[in-house]
């Protein structure tokens, strides 16, 4: 089983949806205790940093995700999340992974980044299970991971951001795998095999 964090983002349906394809039995939970009954976690995420953190603490979540000592991906908005903290809103988040989240420098390149784009692999990682450099997965987003000694792997757009971070237990995608077609599949797989 695994557990979709309710965050209240609108991507929690195309996530569910992701997985039961795989023909994994899904929960989106709202009850923080009941987390650990799971074998698995996913942190999904769009919209505003701040909104979503307050989320989090106004349901008691926080401590939750930390403890949480199975593999858990944080999506998006969700991989932002388990980071130090971002300039969107300036506010601290979840402390998981280390990093901070800074404004997308574009250097005139339309924001939000929207669409495709190629991933740059930087470490050995299960994830990567089966995938290659040119292939390519789906971002929209405007503030990005700086890119430090927890990315696994990058990607470019006016410059160069953090696609995949991991620490331990979890890991994050900025990109959205549940619409990044058959790499999108693939990278869900790899998490499953975990």
């Excluded at 792997?153 to 990044?180: C, L, R, V, W």
């Amino acid at each position: 089983m695994i557990a979709i964090i309710n965050t209240g983002c609108a991507n929690i349906n195309s996530v569910r949806f992701a997985f039961e394809r795989l023909g994994e039995q899904v929960e989106v939970i709202t009850d923080p205790n009941k987390l650990k009954e799971f074998e698995r976690a996913v942190l999904p995420g769009v919209g505003h940093a701040s909104v979503a953190m307050q989320r989090l603490i106004d349901n008691d979540w926080q401590a939750a995700i930390s403890s949480f000592d199975k593999p858990l991906l944080g999506i998006c908005l969700g991989m932002q999340l388990m980071c130090d903290k971002t300039e969107e809103g300036s506010v601290e988040t979840l402390s998981i992974i280390p990093g901070q989240l800074k404004a997308l420098e574009s250097n005139q390149l339309t924001l939000p980044h929207m669409g495709w784009n190629s991933l740059n692999i930087k470490t050995n990682h299960p994830i990567f299970e089966g995938i290659n450099e040119s292939d390519q997965v789906y971002y929209v987003h405007s503030f990005a991971h700086v890119p430090n000694k927890y990315t696994v792997a990058t990607s470019d757009y006016g410059t160069e951001f953090s696609a995949i971070i991991a620490k331990d237990n979890f890991i994050g995608m900025q990109f959205h795998p549940e619409k990044s077609a058959d790499v999108g599949e693939r990278l869900l797989k790899n998490f499953l095999a975990l």
